[in-house]
C-alpha cells in the first residue's frame, strides 16, 4: 500500500469515491458536475486543503480530504477530515489507518496541527468505532448549520 496526496490524474476516482460515500452514508445523490467542480477546485489550491489516496497494487483504494481551519487561540490550524471513502473491496484492511497517520505526519511536517477534527453522521457506528479506535474521541461542540 502506498499513501500519496492526490493529483489531478486522481479527479475521477475521487468523484467516484464521493459519489459512493454519499450514497452509502446519507442516502444522497451529488451533483456530479458540481462536485467535479468543487474536488478539481482543491486539487488546485493546496492553500484549501489536499487529498490522501491510498494505492495499492496501483489501485485507489481509498481516499481522505484534508482542509484547514485557523485557530487564532492557538495559531495553528485544525485539520478537518471531510470525504473519507475506503472502497468496499479493501474494507477492515487498516487503509483509514494509515492515510490518518500521513495525515498526522504531513500536519507536523507543516509546523503542526491546533487539532484533527472530523465529523461523521450521527447513525453511522461502524465509522465512529473505526475513529475512536484512532484515539479520536466525540468533541464537546455541537454543530449548528445553516
Not at 56 to 65: K, Q
Amino acid at each position: 500500500m502506498h499513501i500519496r496526496k492526490g493529483e489531478k490524474s486522481d479527479l475521477q476516482q475521487l468523484v467516484a469515491f464521493n459519489l459512493a460515500m454519499a450514497k452509502e452514508t446519507e442516502g444522497r445523490e451529488l451533483d456530479i458536475e458540481l462536485l467535479t467542480q468543487g474536488v478539481n477546485r482543491l486539487l488546485d489550491s493546496p492553500e484549501k486543503g489536499f487529498y490522501l489516496v491510498a494505492d495499492i497494487d496501483g489501485v485507489m483504494a481509498g481516499s481522505l480530504m484534508v482542509t484547514f481551519e485557523w485557530s487564532d487561540w492557538q495559531a495553528k490550524d485544525y485539520s478537518w477530515i471531510q470525504s473519507v471513502y475506503i472502497h468496499p473491496d479493501h474494507r477492515r484492511k487498516g487503509i483509514y489507518k494509515k492515510l490518518y497517520q500521513a495525515v498526522k505526519d504531513t500536519a507536523e511536517a507543516a509546523g503542526g496541527a491546533a487539532s484533527f477534527r472530523l465529523y461523521v453522521e450521527q447513525d453511522n457506528q461502524a465509522a465512529q468505532l473505526t475513529y475512536e479506535s484512532m484515539g479520536m474521541q466525540p468533541s464537546h461542540y455541537v454543530l449548528f448549520e445553516e
